[in-house]
């Protein structure tokens, strides 16, 4: 009954990205589970959204609804979970943070959900001659935030931290204000795996995050990308981590006056909360230690066969053709984060489809596109 079902929203989609000059865009529509698809048309269709901006918010918002609960097996012991560094870019109005607040409003209410919570838990514990634990805030998303801060959030929520922030840019420019670019250095070991620590003489409690996953998302306007080149960026590796959207089309686009524009969008949202939901339940495994202690470990996916090969096939080829160079000044030292960010998106994509009731969660397939390089 399921596959039917599949099969019909598979036709319809196909039938709408036709029709509606998807494949214009040269985005790879076709790689998201069927659900997800729907729900990008009809936003798209009813809010105006750019389809590269709602579908990568989309994206960016399964990965900080995972968290560190599922990783994936790159090669032998490589493994990643799925956090993301992504800007948005784009002229002035050409609607960069409506899909980016839409993609991320069911993150945003179960934030809101374990705010009201922290409020009773410290009612209660005033009312209590404040005896005991202090209760402790869990968030997820932070926009404005110090070095300290920000890991200060993350070991309050060990899953998974968002670094959300429209016009991003003011982010980075103050970045520097910071000892030594404490920030930036955080964010390239975070992304590269590698565990983080707080040690200040302020906090008699040291901060440390084994297994850390920050994801960044920001906007930015086309006129003001030349701005992280100054910063040195480049150099310390920060760009090459870093995904960017920019539209085929700089057009913006009409509004379409429809009268049951709020019920559909509405609808939309609603679908996609249920699927973003259902990312969120998810959960470690739990591990007994040998003392007795429960220790929650990520689930690693590996690529089944048939996604292994392919992935292990594209990246041999590279790897020929970068060989073939003979200045190092040549090299392309962005390309050599691709494994890792296709990785990542394979992993996204295999929970989505989990999410969607369409997949499950044993490994991860091989999912290609007519419009993917």
């Known amino acids: 009954m399921a596959d039917m079902k599949n099969s019909r929203l598979e036709l319809c989609n196909r039938i709408r990205m036709e029709a509606e000059h998807t494949e214009d865009t040269g985005f790879p529509l076709d790689t998201f589970p069927q659900a997800v698809q729907s729900v990008i048309l009809d936003m798209t269709k009813y809010e105006n959204y750019m389809i590269e901006f709602i579908a990568t918010s989309m994206l960016s918002a399964a990965s900080t609804a995972l968290g560190g609960t599922y990783r994936i097996r790159i090669k032998s012991d490589w493994q990643s979970n799925g956090a993301l560094y992504i800007i948005l870019v784009g002229r002035p109005g050409l609607g960069k943070t409506p899909p980016l607040e839409a993609a991320y409003r069911p993150i945003r209410k179960h934030d809101y959900a374990l ?33 300290e801060s920000l890991l200060q959030t993350h070991n309050n929520n060990p899953r998974s931290v968002a670094i959300l922030v429209d016009e991003i840019m003011g982010m980075f420019n103050s970045a520097n204000r910071y000892t030594n670019g404490q920030l930036i250095e955080q964010l390239l070991t975070a992304w590269s795996g590698g565990a983080l620590d707080v040690i200040r003489v302020s906090n008699s409690t040291p901060v440390h995050i084994e297994r850390p996953c920050i994801n960044i998302i920001g906007t930015a306007q086309t006129k003001r990308m030349h701005e992280l080149l100054k910063k040195g960026f480049e150099e310390n590796g920060l760009l090459d981590r870093i995904l960017f959207v920019l539209p085929k089309s700089r057009e913006v686009s009409k509004w379409t006056n429809r009268d049951d524009d709020g019920e559909k969008t509405s609808l939309a949202a609603k679908r ?42 594209w990246w041999n080829e590279k790897v020929e053709r970068i060989n073939r160079i003979e200045d190092d000044a040549d090299v392309d030292s962005r390309e050599m984060k691709h494994p890792a960010h296709v990785a990542r998106l394979a992993l996204i994509i295999q929970v989505l489809r989990y999410a969607s009731d369409e997949s499950h969660l044993q490994f991860c397939l091989l999912y290609t596109s007519d419009a993917a390089d």
């Open 115 to 147: 705010f009201k919570a922290y409020e009773a838990e410290v009612e209660a514990w005033k009312a209590a001659g404040e005896n005991g634990k202090k209760p402790v805030l869990h968030r997820t998303i932070v926009s404005d935030f110090t070095p």
């Open 272 to 313: 996609w909360e249920k699927i973003l939901n259902k990312v969120l339940a998810l959960d470690y495994n739990a591990e007994t230690e040998g003392d007795g202690m429960e220790e929650q470990t990520a689930h690693v996916l590996s690529m089944n066969s048939e996604a292994k090969e392919y992935f292990f096939s």
